[in-house]
């Protein structure tokens, strides 16, 4: 599956922003989905997973209760909403797929998008 990242930029401490990751290639719905991100020097982290069916999702400690992940199989979209931005929320965000139960281990997952760059200023 391929898949294609939107929907980053620069926004301010408190506010919101919608990530998208549109899929290309084999039925979306067999794939579990995620949202990792990466701070500069630092390791890719999980941030949130949904599983195949959208039934139940997944996310880091850092983000519940601001950040929402969800998905649409007719439209082949997972989305990320993310609101209460913190700076410390600047990264690259990438969507990822794996064509089995919902994992949060990067490792686990063999296809990326290309990462879409949040910026949050104090």
């Known amino acids: 599956v391929q898949l294609q990242a939107s929907g980053g930029g620069l926004v301010q401490a408190g506010g919101s922003l919608g990530l998208s990751c549109a899929a290309s290639?084999?039925?979306?719905?067999?794939?579990?989905m995620a949202w990792f991100r990466q701070a500069p020097g630092k390791e890719r982290e999980f941030v949130a997973a949904i599983t195949r069916s959208g039934s139940n999702t997944y996310y880091t400690d850092s983000v519940k209760g601001r950040f929402t992940i969800s998905r649409d199989n007719a439209k082949n979209t997972v989305y990320l909403q993310m609101n209460s931005l913190k700076p410390e929320d600047t990264a690259v965000y990438y969507c990822?797929?794996?064509?089995?139960?919902?994992?949060?281990?990067?490792?686990?997952?063999?296809?990326w998008g290309q990462g879409t760059l949040v910026t949050v200023s104090s």
């Open positions: 990822a797929a794996r064509p089995l139960p919902v994992s949060t281990a990067v490792p686990d997952f063999r296809s």
């Open positions: 290639g084999r039925t979306f719905s067999i794939y579990s």
